[in-house]
Structure formats: structure tokens, C-alpha cells
């Protein structure tokens, strides 16, 4: 049960939050209004004639059901029901860390992406950081507001203690799917498509976080594959020397960095790394080193030889993009390229992806 005072100091907050999103007035008294949504709440909206006191004749139903939708998600903690708010239109997504799906919110109808995480696994990732105040996923998403970023519209945690993120939802393949399909798609669009990558993770980097996991499956493209968007904050982290300590050894083994895999001191220049064996792979099919199973083994390998050159792939690349992929890729710190902003200047002249062919060629 709600009590009086308590109500009557949430009430204007949630009659805030109605205005803005409906534009409309709200008028009439606020006590009679606290002890109706009081009541209300209490008796969850009996349709039994006589359970609830007259509302204010100024308040229509939407509004009455969104500050009874309000206070209940007080009485919970200000969690959310999500099974109840929305529905699953279509199941995208289970990874080994969430559940992601497409989904229509029925409170504003919005069609938008539903990222629930797992419990357990989120707990065992958070228990690498305790004591250093992590940031979650959700706040450190909600921050970003770019054009090659996933717009992320709300997070919060669910009526069972799940972190959840609500974001915009994008229709198209991940880049991941586009490379193992060797679609045709990316012909004449991988120069695009690698200066929004790498605009999206400068923005990652200038707000002073490093992603951790950068590869082709967290970039989403459009339908036609002529844009895309960077997703998947789940391992992101502050770029504070608390977080760059040798050991932590998080990320996606295929890209992972030497630094990473034998557990030395890192910093953003990691995501560099990563996002350069990416758009090799984009370039060429293939990994610039053995492909492992998983389990980081083959991991072990990358820096220690010398990738195979993309012009063995791709004869006609551009030698200013191969430059620049290959120079993300170097191992020694000192010697690979040191910020995204460096790296988009370097190809910022480059007008094609390809190079008219030779003669014999």
C-alpha cells in the first residue's frame, strides 16, 4: 500500500513525465489525484462498480493507467515487468552473455530491440570488477548518441533482477554474416562501411571508454550494406588505468590483441587492433592469422608472424587502405596506430576502395 504523503510527493513527477510524453495539460487537484492513484493502485484497477473513487473529470485514461503503470514500477523497486510491457515480434538473437529480441512496446507502440542479460553471467563478468564501481552496460550505452552508434532508448532491471537495454531496432545483417556469406553486398561498399566503423569506435574511444569487443558481429549494417552501426556494450569499460591492469583477458578471441592474450597492461589501442583483423576480414574473407574454435588458443599466435598480405587476397586494394589495416594490426604498441582519428586521416584522400589494375593483371 502507498502512503499518502509519499504518493503526493511522487505524483508531480509522474504527471512530469505524462506532459512530455503526450503534450498535454494536466489539471485538477493533486491530493484527490494522489489518494485516486493511491487507491487504485491498492485495488489494481477493480472494475467492480464503486472500488474506486471518482478520477479527476480532467484526466483522461491514458493518463490514469500511466501513473498507475508508474507507481507500480515504485512498488517494485522501479523495476520492469518486461514480459508484460512488451511484446516479442520476432526472436533475433540468443547469445552467451543475453537474449535479444524485436519487440513492440505497448505503452508507446514503439517497434524497438529488447536486450535481456544474464543473470548469473553478467554477475560472474561484474565479480572481474569488484570494488572499481563499474559502470553497466546500460549506462555506459545510454550515453552515446551518434549516427554509427545503436541508439539506446532506455535500460534498468527487470521484476527478476536482469539487466535490460531498450534500443532502436536495426533491420539488416551483422557485418559477421555479410563476410561468412561472402556477400556480393559489400562490393563497392567496404570503404564506406570501414570510415563508419571507424568513426563509431573514435566516438567510443573519445568518450573515454575502450569496447572490448570489437568484430564484424557487433557492426549491424543496413539492408543494402551501404551503412552500419556499431553495437554491444556488454564488455566496454572506462579508460581509467583500474581497468587497462594486466589479467583481464575479455573480448572475442579471433581479434583479440597480443597485449590481451598474454595478459599485459592495456589501454584502447586493443580496440585498434581488433578493428583491424575486422576489416581485413571484411577485405578478404579470411582471418589474417589461424582461425581458432573459441577457446583462445590460436589467439596465442596473432603478432607473432607476419599476416598474409591483402593484396594476396586483393590484388587491386587500395595501397592506402592496405597501409592502414595493416599498420591497426601491428603487435608492437609503439609502432600501430595509435587513435581511430590517426587512422581516418590516413585514408581520409582515398576516393575508391580499388585501384585501376595493371597491365598483365
Not at 24 to 33: F, I, N, P, R, S
Not at 81 to 108: P, Q
Not at 250 to 272: C, F, Q, S, W
Request: charged share 25%.
Amino acid at each position: 500500500m502507498i502512503e499518502a504523503l509519499a504518493t503526493r510527493s511522487l505524483l508531480p513527477k509522474a504527471l512530469k513525465a505524462l506532459r512530455v510524453e503526450s503534450g498535454e495539460k494536466v489539471t485538477g487537484d493533486a491530493e484527490q489525484g494522489a489518494s485516486w492513484v493511491a487507491k487504485s493502485t491498492e485495488t489494481g484497477f477493480s472494475a467492480q462498480e464503486g472500488a474506486l473513487p471518482a478520477a479527476p473529470k480532467t484526466w483522461n485514461i491514458a493518463y490514469i493507467m500511466g501513473i498507475s503503470s508508474f507507481f507500480k514500477s515504485v512498488m517494485d523497486g522501479g523495476k520492469v515487468d518486461v514480459a508484460r510491457r512488451y511484446e516479442i515480434l520476432r526472436e533475433a538473437v540468443s547469445g552467451t552473455m543475453s537474449d535479444f529480441n524485436k519487440v513492440r512496446d505497448r505503452e508507446t507502440e514503439q517497434i524497438v530491440g529488447l536486450k535481456v542479460l544474464d543473470k548469473k553471467k553478467t554477475e560472474q563478468l561484474e565479480m572481474r570488477f569488484r570494488g572499481l564501481n563499474k559502470p553497466t552496460e546500460g549506462e555506459i550505452a545510454v550515453q552515446f548518441n551518434h549516427p554509427r552508434i545503436v541508439k539506446t532508448l532506455n535500460h534498468g532491471l527487470t521484476t527478476k533482477g536482469e539487466q535490460f537495454l531498450v534500443m532502436e531496432f536495426l533491420e539488416g545483417p551483422g557485418l559477421n554474416s555479410l563476410i561468412i556469406g561472402r556477400s556480393k553486398l559489400l562490393d563497392g561498399n567496404r570503404l564506406t562501411l570501414m570510415r563508419e566503423a571507424a568513426e563509431a569506435l573514435q566516438a567510443v574511444h573519445e568518450a573515454g571508454f575502450i569496447h572490448r569487443d570489437v568484430c564484424p558481429r557487433n557492426f549491424v549494417c543496413s539492408p543494402d550494406a551501404t551503412s552500419l552501426k556499431l553495437i554491444d556494450f556488454g564488455l566496454t569499460v572506462p579508460a581509467s588505468k583500474e581497468f587497462m591492469q594486466p589479467g583481464i583477458r575479455t573480448g572475442t578471441p579471433n581479434y583479440m590483441a597480443p597485449e590481451v592474450v598474454r595478459r599485459k597492461h592495456t589501454d584502447h589501442r586493443l580496440d585498434i587492433f581488433a578493428f583491424g583483423v575486422s576489416m581485413y576480414e571484411m577485405f578478404t574473407f579470411e582471418l589474417p592469422w589461424q582461425r581458432g574454435s573459441g577457446d583462445g588458443l590460436a589467439a596465442m599466435s596473432h603478432g607473432q608472424s607476419e599476416p598474409t598480405p591483402l593484396e594476396h587476397f586483393c590484388p587491386n586494394i587500395h595501397p592506402t587502405l592496405s597501409k592502414a589495416i595493416s599498420q591497426c594490426m601491428l603487435p608492437d604498441l609503439q609502432k600501430r596506430m595509435q587513435t581511430m582519428k590517426q587512422f581516418l586521416a590516413m585514408i581520409a584522400n582515398v576516393k575508391s576502395e580499388e585501384v585501376a589494375p595493371t597491365a598483365g593483371n
